[in-house]
Nanobody, 116 residues
Framework: QVQLVESGGGLVQPGGSLRLSCAAS????????MGWYRQAPGKQRELVAA???????NYADSVKGRFTISRDNAKNTVYLQMNSLKPDDTAVYYC??????????WGQGTQVTVSS
């Protein structure tokens, strides 16, 4: 059974930091591009960051310089370090596993709320 389980979300003040984790099981983690998406109320789900199996990364313009995606293939886990958080970063964050830009699996999501 394939599972992607996100954790690390919560409530943080503007300017604060959070680290999200997504632990994968039941898949050959090493061959997948792993991504983080987010969806705010009333908005479409958008790509935040992705990391290929070889470690190449890309980021949405809105998070460049503030967020860092990384992966630990030995632990089947992908991370999203989020710094200098803004209220606009408030959303449910999802991880996905994809190949050739096709998402094969989604996690259940973790809520991130940035508010004073």
């Amino acid at each position: 059974q394939v599972q992607l389980v996100e954790s690390g979300g919560g409530l943080v003040q503007p300017g604060g930091s959070l680290r999200l984790s997504c632990a994968a099981s039941g898949i050959n983690f090493n061959v997948y591009t792993m991504g983080w998406y987010r969806q705010a109320p009333g908005k479409q789900r958008e790509l935040v960051a992705a990391i290929t199996s070889t470690g190449r990364t890309n980021y949405a313009d809105s998070v460049k310089g503030r967020f860092t995606i990384s992966r630990d293939n030995a632990k089947n886990t992908v991370y999203l370090q989020m710094n200098s958080l803004k209220p606009d970063d408030t959303a449910v964050y999802y991880c996905d596993a994809d190949r050739a830009s096709i998402t094969y699996y989604w996690g259940q999501g973790t809520q991130v709320t940035v508010s004073s």
